[in-house]
C-alpha cells in the first residue's frame, strides 16, 4: 500500500530534560505537553543517598549537568531543563543561575530549572505570598524556604512529610491535606514543591477548593521551557496556564460558590493505597481554616 501521500511525520519541537536518577514521573511530564513538542528526558548518574541536602547538591553538580546536556544534544533539543526542584534551590539564586550558565554553555541553547522557573510563573500571577507544600524533610524544606525569601518571596505557612525516598508513590489524599494545612493567612497561591512527587490531576481540584492559585513543580517546569520555544503547556483549569482560573471558579459560573475548603474531599483525591514510607515530621496538625483565603 502506497501511503506517501500522507507526506508524515508532523515536524517536532524537541525540550530536553535533565532529571535526577529517581524521577518516576515522565508520563506526567508529557501531560502538560502539546502534540507537536516532544520531551528527551535523561537522568542524572545514581548514588546511594536518600533525598536530603546532600543528595540535591550532588545530582545539581555542574559537571553532571554538562554531561547530561551534551548527550541531549544530539538530538536537537531548542532548551533544556533541569528538572528537580531541590537540586536547583539548594544554591540559592545565585547557584541556580550557574546552573543555567553552565547548561547553556555545555548545550549552546536555553537552559532553566525548575526553580527559576517558580520565581518566574510566581511573577506571572503575581504572587508575593504563599503557601509551601513538600514532601522534604525539614532541612530541605527551609531550604527552599531561604531560596523563596532570596527572590522576595513571603512563605506564610507550610507543610511537610519528612520523606527521604519514594516520594512518586505518594498519594493525591496526602497532597490534599498538607495543602490544607498550609494555606493560613493571607496567601496569594500554594506552591507544591518536587517533580517526583504527583500533582497533576490534583491541580484544579485545589484551586476550586481553596479559591487560588496553586502551581508544582513540574507543571512550572513545562510552563517555563514551553514557554520558551514559544509554546504552551496544556492543562484542565489551572490559573498558572489559564488566565480565565486566574480570577476564581465563580469566574467560570458566574455565581458565588460555598470555599470548598469546608466540604469533604472527593474521591478523586484518594489516590493509590499504598502509604509510602516516611520519617516523624513536625507540625503537621491541622491549624483552622481561612474563611476565605482568595481574593478575587
Excluded at 16 to 30: K, N, S
Excluded at 84 to 106: K, L, Y
Aim: aromatic share 6%; hydrophobic share 40%; glycine share 8%.
Amino acid at each position: 500500500m502506497d501511503v506517501s501521500f500522507l507526506g508524515g511525520p508532523q515536524p517536532q519541537c524537541g525540550v530536553g530534560v535533565v532529571a535526577p536518577f529517581d524521577f518516576a514521573l515522565d508520563r506526567e511530564l508529557w501531560r502538560w505537553v502539546p502534540d507537536d513538542v516532544s520531551l528527551h528526558l535523561t537522568r542524572t548518574p545514581f548514588v546511594p543517598v536518600e533525598v536530603s541536602l546532600d543528595l540535591a547538591r550532588l545530582v545539581s553538580e555542574h559537571e553532571t549537568l554538562r554531561e547530561a546536556v551534551q548527550a541531549l544534544s544530539a538530538v536537537s533539543p531548542r532548551v533544556v531543563s533541569y528538572a528537580c526542584t531541590s537540586g536547583s534551590f539548594v544554591g540559592g539564586v545565585a547557584g541556580e543561575r550557574a546552573m543555567c550558565a553552565a547548561m547553556r554553555q555545555a548545550g549552546e541553547v536555553p537552559a532553566m530549572t525548575t526553580s527559576g522557573a517558580l520565581l518566574e510563573a510566581l511573577c506571572e500571577i503575581g504572587a508575593r505570598r504563599i503557601a509551601v507544600v513538600t514532601p522534604y524533610t525539614k532541612s530541605v524544606t527551609d531550604s527552599l524556604e531561604d531560596y523563596l525569601a532570596e527572590g522576595g518571596i513571603t512563605v506564610t505557612g507550610r507543610a511537610y512529610l519528612g520523606l527521604t525516598r519514594h516520594i512518586w508513590k505518594v498519594p493525591y489524599r496526602d497532597v490534599v491535606d498538607m495543602a490544607r494545612q498550609a494555606v493560613v493567612g493571607a496567601a496569594d497561591a500554594l506552591f507544591i514543591s518536587c517533580t517526583n512527587l504527583p500533582t497533576y490531576d490534583v491541580i484544579p481540584q485545589l484551586e476550586a477548593e481553596l479559591r487560588m492559585p496553586v502551581l508544582s513543580a513540574n507543571q512550572v517546569t513545562m510552563w517555563g521551557a514551553l514557554r520558551a520555544i514559544g509554546s504552551h503547556a496544556v492543562g484542565p483549569y489551572q490559573a498558572l496556564l489559564d488566565p480565565v482560573a486566574r480570577r476564581g471558579p465563580a469566574a467560570l459560573s458566574g455565581s458565588p460558590e460555598v470555599p470548598r475548603h469546608r466540604q469533604e474531599p472527593e474521591a478523586a483525591f484518594a489516590g493509590p493505597p499504598a502509604a509510602p514510607e516516611a520519617e516523624q515530621s513536625e507540625g503537621l496538625e491541622a491549624p483552622p481554616y481561612p474563611d476565605d483565603p482568595y481574593e478575587p
